[in-house]
């Protein structure tokens, strides 16, 4: 997959970035080059091998899955600034 000027301007555009259109042909290159390392990752055999979320094995920590009286909501909400009931109340940030 090549990457040029218009793809970089693009994708700068719908990230908000602001660049330089003298700075795109550079950046063009640049992501040319971390996709020709990808392509080249895309070649190691890895059947066989299984998914890892760290390099060194180790048993998560588990803990007695008990019921309990879910706290106290006085408590909890104590330091709201604002509750409606036994709920926090925060700012809309979707329209």
Known sequence: MAID?????????????????????GLAKELNGIMAWIEQLNEVDTDGVEPMASAVHVPL???????TDGGDPEVVLSNSP??????????????
């Open 61 to 67: 920590p588990m803990r007695d899955d008990v019921v």
């Open 82 to 95: 604002k509750r409606a009931g036994n709920f926090y109340v925060v700012p809309k940030v979707v329209e």
């Open 5 to 25: 000027a218009a793809t970089v301007r693009k994708v700068a555009r719908l990230a908000r970035i602001a660049e330089p259109e003298e700075k795109l042909e």
